[in-house]
């Protein structure tokens, strides 16, 4: 394994919720809690969990697009939460996020051309003719003509405004991309073309990417690693081929068996998971899973279980592993 290229440490987001006529803090919706994994460099560490789980918001902490709680996030052997407004804003080049809605995230205002190039101008990468020639160049390297540089973004398919955001993110040369749920919002038909693209563009510039997604079928092809969270915590982390052929951890059991299989005569062993996700404001004592799993015994609400290696280079919290 290569060395990691950044490195998250006990992270933690806690948002406060505050009431009554002073606006005091009530309580605190526990969104990440403790959560650490390494991200090594020209890998995608897909990280997986049902809505609400804490993983857009654990992407955008590290991004300091939230600020954390605590923790550390080390990158280039710094600390990024120690970082100062400029020196955060000059590492923010080599950091970049392709968000989930591609209708949302592009100003409706500005041109394909003003879009891309604005990073660019803003990181002293390139100015004047040779920004609109770096431009239209990632145009064409996204799949998109670089005719398309004086259109707007209410132009384009959402499959193309994905691509624009792509192309935004790779306009400033990062080494590290969040990839934020990048093909929900799409079609299906567009997803694998986008998660192809994303798949390229990694072996042709070394990218390292951070790629969140709520199914576990959308991360399957293009993951290394993948890791599952759940309420807050991830609870396994494991090479995808190991990951999905012998997962270890209920919660993965459970979302794994809830996959569809293009196989009519295929034998699946369903786990039908009762309830609701407990609410991250009050999550459950010690396993946060336990009010749901189907394996539950007596220590999983008494004690929370260690995270924890059960085969080479796959890890996870449960007590009876
Ligand atoms: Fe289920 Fe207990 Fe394992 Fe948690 S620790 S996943 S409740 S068996």
Redesign the pocket.
């Known amino acids: 394994m290569k060395a990691p290229v950044l490195q998250v440490q006990n992270l933690t987001k806690h948002f406060p919720i505050t009431g009554g006529l002073f606006s005091r803090v009530t309580d605190q919706v526990r969104a990440v809690d403790n959560v650490s994994f390494d991200l090594y460099q020209g890998e995608t560490l897909g990280l997986v969990g049902e809505s609400g789980c804490g993983k857009s918001t654990t992407g955008r902490v590290i991004l300091r697009l939230l600020e954390a709680t605590s923790g550390e996030v080390i990158f280039e052997e710094k600390n990024i939460f120690d970082l100062k407004r400029e020196e955060m804003r000059m590492l923010r080049q080599k950091l970049q996020i392709i968000f989930q809605d591609p209708y949302a995230s592009l100003n409706p205002r500005m041109t394909v051309g003003q879009t891309i190039g604005e990073a660019m101008e803003i990181h002293s990468i390139a100015t004047g003719v040779s920004k609109k020639n770096r431009t239209k160049e990632l145009l064409e390297v996204v799949g998109l003509n670089p005719d398309y540089y004086d259109r707007y973004a209410h132009e384009f398919s959402g499959g193309q405004r994905q691509r624009i955001g792509i192309a935004r993110a790779l306009a400033v040369n990062p080494s590290v991309i969040v990839c934020d749920e990048p093909v929900s919002a799409l079609d299906v038909s567009i997803q694998s073309q986008v998660i192809n693209l994303l798949e390229d563009l990694q072996k042709e510039y070394g990218l390292t990417y951070l790629f969140i997604a709520h199914d576990l079928s959308v991360v399957k092809h293009i993951s290394d690693r993948i890791a599952v969270m759940y309420l807050g915590k991830i609870?396994e982390i494991g090479a995808g081929s190991d990951l999905y052929s012998n997962p270890l951890?209920?919660?993965t059991k459970a979302l794994l068996s809830a996959v569809p299989i293009p196989d009519p005569d295929a034998m699946i062993d369903r786990i039908v998971l009762e309830g609701d996700v407990p609410s991250p404001i009050n999550p459950p004592e010690?396993?946060?899973?336990?009010t749901r799993?189907?394996?539950?015994?007596e220590?999983?609400?008494q004690e929370e279980?260690v995270f924890k290696e059960h085969r080479e280079g796959h890890q996870a919290?449960?007590?009876?592993?």
């Open positions: 609870v951890h209920p919660y010690g396993c946060r899973f336990h799993c189907p394996f539950a015994e220590i999983c609400s279980p919290a449960c007590h009876i592993l």
